[in-house]
T-cell receptor
Framework: DQQVKQNSPSLSVQEGRISILNCDYT??????FLWYKKYPAEGPTFLIS?????DKNEDGRFTVFLNKSAKHLSLHIVPSQPGDSAVYFC?????????????FGKGTKLSVKP | KAGVTQTPRYLIKTRGQQVTLSCSPI?????VSWYQQTPGQGLQFLFE???????NKGNFPGRFSGRQFSNSRSEMNVSTLELGDSALYLC??????????????FGSGTRLTVV
């Protein structure tokens, strides 16, 4: 059973517009949520995180929103740039149950067109 | 400071063979986790080692094993390779594995192809 779901395998956005990547989860014990960005032939790199006690975290062009009641989080990228084209993974940390390993979604491939 | 180093970067093996992948974590990091990435399944957790002990294990068959040395370097081994084991294997390190706000630092991975 997939605990972290990214239902959109791909997303295409025009340069300068907003990119919204979505993620749903099922386990209410997750205490941190993270977004990673991955280019082909490279390992994932950390982008931004949010604690389960917050509902928003912002870092430059990147903002993550958490809706605990809906078990939903989203990553907003504004404005989108061609260099943002990559696969984005949502991850959740199950601190209590699994001693901290991250559970990843299957990823969303973002394409930002010039 | 040096990042997470995985060797080799690419590997081609034949079905039935075994393979050993290596991961050197960031200096000072004591936790090493391994993930398998395939196009259909995303990143799936294999196992985590901390201070030479396997602390957590994902849902993979016993053909997948690992170990960690006293210098925190880790190896993972896959025996009796199957075509479905073809994947990108990623290693990630962190200071303690449980208290990290920013998760892990990943290496670039080892691309394993089984033919």
């Amino acid at each position: 059973d997939q605990q972290v779901k990214q239902n959109s395998p791909s997303l295409s956005v025009q340069e300068g517009r907003i990119s919204i990547l979505n993620c749903d989860y099922t386990n209410s014990m997750f205490d941190y949520f993270l977004w990673y960005k991955k280019y082909p032939a490279e390992g994932p790199t950390f982008l931004i995180s949010i604690s389960s006690i917050k509902d928003k975290n912002e870092d430059g062009r990147f903002t993550v929103f958490l809706n605990k009641s809906a078990k939903h989080l989203s990553l907003h990228i504004v404005p989108s740039q061609p260099g943002d084209s990559a696969v984005y993974f949502c991850a959740a940390r199950d601190y209590g149950g699994s001693q901290g390993n991250l559970i990843f979604g299957k990823g969303t491939k973002l394409s930002v067109k010039p | 400071k040096a990042g997470v180093t995985q060797t080799p970067r690419y590997l081609i093996k034949t079905r039935g063979q075994q393979v050993t992948l290596s991961c050197s974590p960031i200096s000072g990091h004591r936790s090493v986790s391994w993930y398998q990435q395939t196009p259909g399944q995303g990143l799936q957790f294999l196992f985590e080692y901390f201070s030479e002990t396997q602390r957590n294990k994902g849902n993979f068959p016993g053909r997948f094993s690992g170990r960690q040395f006293s210098n925190s370097r880790s190896e993972m081994n896959v025996s009796t390779l199957e075509l479905g084991d073809s994947a990108l294997y990623l290693c990630a390190s962190s200071l303690a594995g449980t208290g990290e706000l920013y998760g892990y630092t990943f290496g670039s991975g080892t691309r394993l192809t089984v033919v």
